[in-house]
């Protein structure tokens, strides 16, 4: 117990204070460390590993889109980042400039790009000339730069790692197919494969993407009831083709400018992770993400045949992602790592269990123990992992549902937000007056306008007019 305490002892209760809690689990659990870089962090070892699975899963589900992966120049001519003006003007604060080759002035400034719309605008000039080129469906994995003034590990970094889509159509209804089914894909792998339930809906003109003519998101409550962006996508229509003049010869002979679309999941999908499954002793790692799915524990491993039988195990459990924790130190510094680490089932197998053929597999997620025959471990465990993952969501799919709050009137809006730590449904008449009031007021904002509508009353929250949506508003990061 002592090993125990000195792991997790510098771990501050989520309770008590939310945010460290959070930093402590990413620097205690090695997934990151600071960097002499201010704003940029280290993704060590474990944290890449995960974001490795996102990738592996995520590039799976693109391809099976008809996604094909390429990869374009990180700087940004200004000249070319000018040309979309609302673009740029969304971008402008959170930019980085390149002003120097080696010694010398550059003639035009490079920014370090913070996303990659006008350089794929630039490639499709090029590449589409007739309907036959379309559609155009590419995606990067790469890093970004944002000059953001506030950071913290994965949620909000100077540097961070994602993959963006962009893709090109003959027609604004095929980039809206597109800019849907691509949200859909990430809902799917973020509920299926992340375990982390999510709210699909629409950004308000407010909220959504500097340039776009819709923005689609996917929202996940936290542990601590704020909201998370998690993935979003969006439908250009013409206007990027127009400002960059990408145009395609149509079946009728006429010249047509193509419809764009643009999406993207970065890093940030681990902070939720965290945050949506961890607790007081580390990390919770759902099993289709988890780099070690499976630690075998020898206990008294010196002791005859203990040993050989935790690496037995191991061999017969091959069609997993599985380690042997044969280091020497004492079962109980090496339980409460395998906690912190998040790693969803240990086996624990020492003398008296192998005298009686069998072995205790203990949940990450439940601490639950189960005694198993040594040789129904494999097909126990496969039963045992596919329910973990169920139980993550279903658990965090109960804490959503426990926390989205509805407010039919104005009073009931305010006192939401006085106590409440979640998601709050509420009318809204579509003013854009009235939702930088309820940012003013509450510091909330709008979360999203689900595609699931529901008619809480007639009348918006903030002016009492008619209302025309119903909207997901909370506090987020």
């Not at 890093?143 to 003034?149: G, H, L, P, T």
């Not at 961890?278 to 203990?306: C, F, M, R, W, Y």
Request: with cysteine; net charge negative; glycine share 6%.
């Amino acid at each position: 117990m002592a090993d125990n305490k000195k792991l997790v002892a510098e771990i501050t209760s989520m309770d008590e204070d939310f945010t460290q809690w959070y930093t402590d689990v990413c620097i205690k659990a090695d997934l990151v460390s600071y960097s002499n870089i201010k704003g940029c962090m280290v993704i060590k070892p474990a944290g890449y590993a995960i974001w490795e699975l996102i990738q592996k899963h995520l590039d799976a589900r693109f391809k099976e889109t008809g996604v094909q992966n390429a990869y374009l120049p990180m700087f940004i001519p200004e000249s070319l980042l000018q040309k979309e003006k609302d673009h740029v003007e969304g971008f402008a604060p959170e930019v980085a400039w390149v002003t120097h080759g080696g010694l010398e002035p550059l003639t035009e400034r490079y920014c370090v790009r913070p996303t990659s719309e006008t350089l794929f605008c630039d490639y499709y000039k090029g590449e589409i000339h007739s309907y036959k080129d379309l559609p155009q469906v590419l995606n990067q994995w790469c890093s970004v730069v944002r000059w953001e003034k506030e950071t913290r590990p994965f949620l909000r970094s100077r540097e961070f790692l994602w993959q963006e889509g962009h893709t090109a159509h003959a027609t604004f209804e095929e980039a809206e197919e597109r800019t849907q089914q691509m949200l859909n894909v990430y809902a799917d792998f973020l509920e299926n494969d992340m375990a982390i339930p999510v709210i699909k809906g629409q950004k308000t003109e407010k909220e959504k993407f500097a340039g776009a003519e819709a923005t689609y998101t996917v929202e996940a409550l936290m542990h601590d009831g704020r909201a998370l962006q998690s993935a979003t996508s969006h439908n250009f229509g013409d206007g990027f083709a127009k400002a960059f003049g990408i145009q395609y010869a149509g079946k009728d002979n006429q010249l047509h400018y193509v419809n764009q679309t643009s999406w993207g999941l970065t890093t940030r999908t681990i902070g939720a992770m965290i945050m949506v499954h961890g607790d007081n002793s580390g990390l919770v790692v759902p099993p289709k993400i988890a780099p070690i799915q499976v630690v075998v524990i020898p206990i008294q491993q010196k002791k005859e045949g203990v040993l050989e039988a935790a690496n037995k195990i191991a061999e017969s459990l091959a069609g997993f992602r599985v380690k042997v924790d044969s280091t020497d130190r004492t079962p109980g510094f090496k339980f409460a790592e395998q906690e912190m680490r998040g790693i969803p089932v240990r086996v624990e197998i020492g003398p008296k269990d192998l005298e009686a053929g069998k072995c205790v597999l203990c949940r990450r997620d439940t601490r639950e123990k189960i005694e198993c025959a040594i040789d129904e471990v494999p097909a126990k465990m496969a039963e045992l992992l596919d329910q973990i993952q169920k139980d993550m969501f279903n658990r965090a799919k109960a804490h959503l549902e426990a926390h989205t709050f509805a407010a039919h009137n104005k009073e009931e809006f305010a006192e939401a937000f006085k106590e409440t730590k979640g998601f709050v449904k509420a009318m809204w008449c579509g003013c854009r007056e009235c939702e930088d009031k309820i940012k003013e007021d509450y510091n909330v904002t709008s979360r999203c306008i689900p595609f699931e509508q529901e008619q809480l009353s007639d009348t918006c929250v903030v002016c009492g007019k008619p209302a025309t949506k119903m909207v997901y508003w909370g506090r987020a990061y």
